[in-house]
């Protein structure tokens, strides 16, 4: 405890407390637990419109204070960073503030509803990062340790030059036509659907996998459910409204290198919670991840005698492999959660250390530039839609 008290502190302060809320708490309060930090983050402020949910969410998560309005989040000087968890609508204008205020920014993903959006926080980004202050998009999928390591893997050569990608993302929780209209499916709070909820995963990781960027889309979308209930109190008359996102998403891909690649992002795929699964084709080998099975990777050997090849199952829990060193013995596996702690030490690493952290707001406008460009292809018959490269 005394080492603790002498280390030099970050103030943290997030804004938004539901789903990701919940998930961000964790890991504010479990990575310096886990890893031994340069600096300790203080879980200073926790923000949101409600009062009484503020509140209550706050004293269930550590928080020390409550905050109803994200400005007074951000004037307090306490709070060194802000954690951004609220729908996408508000992640431009609140990003930006803080950036201009000198305040680090952790944003969830995607990183904005749209690409003109996305460009104006990374242009606060740079202006930023020229003063030393630190910003990051929240795909937490690269922290899993067996997506960690498959990026060594591909980086390492170990499956050739990449020849195809295969990615899925496949949910269930709108199958039910009665399910209420959240925000989640309203363009103006979340930009697309599955899209962007989903899609914006997959899209990031088979980019960071590759170490590739995606250079042309066609596409295909779908809205199975155009009319939902809104929510209410129990016992009224129950009224509808439009879903004005898609459910469904479906596209094809080039890369850089001419490599192909398929995804598809559904929320309609019923008996399918939280499916995302990866498989990167090369000359030499594949690999091939399972959200399902979160600490295994699968890798295949090109090279290896055609009599005994196969898939080889490699069980990512030993010390030497990323994010390992500071959790359980071998074959102890760890959960859907560790993503997010990791995301937190390898932040507030870089901030200690003065360097930028990955992915940055950068690589969150080629994430949104992707999106945007199956938009378009999916509103044009799917005709072939080229993503704009990133600015030199």
Known sequence: MDQQAAQPTLGVG??????MGAAHSQAWRTAPRVFDLPLQPRMVALAGRDAAAVRSAARRHGWMAAETDWHDLISRPDVQLVDICTPGDLHAEI???????GQHVLCEKPLANTVEEAEAMVAAATMASARGV?????????????????????????????RHVRASYLQDWLVDPSFP??????????GSGALGDLGAHIVDLAQYLTGELIVGVSGATATFVGERPLPGPAGHEQRSGAVTVDDAALFTARLGSGALASFEATRFA????NALRMEINGDRGSLTFDLERLNELQFYDHTDDAMTA??????????G????SGWWPPGHVLGWDVAFTHQVRDLVTAIAEGTDPRPSFADGLQ??????????????????????????
Request: glycine letters at 8%; hydrophobic letters at 45%.
């Open 14 to 19: 997030m804004i938004g407390y539901a789903f």
């Open 95 to 101: 990003a930006i503030a803080a950036l201009d205020a």
């Open 134 to 162: 630190r910003s990051m998009v929240g795909f937490n999928y690269r922290r899993v340790p067996a997506i960690a390591l498959g990026r060594q893997v591909v980086a390492d050569g170990r499956i050739g030059a990449v």
């Open 181 to 190: 209209l959240t925000w989640r499916l309203r363009r103006e709070h979340a």
């Open 270 to 273: 019923a008996g399918r919670k």
């Open 310 to 319: 196969g898939f080889r199952r490699v069980l990512v829990t030993e010390p």
């Open 321 to 324: 492999h990323p994010y390992l």
């Open 367 to 392: 994430v949104q530039r992707v999106l945007a460009a199956v938009c378009r292809s999916a509103a044009n018959e799917s005709r072939w839609t080229p993503v704009p490269p990133p600015a030199s």
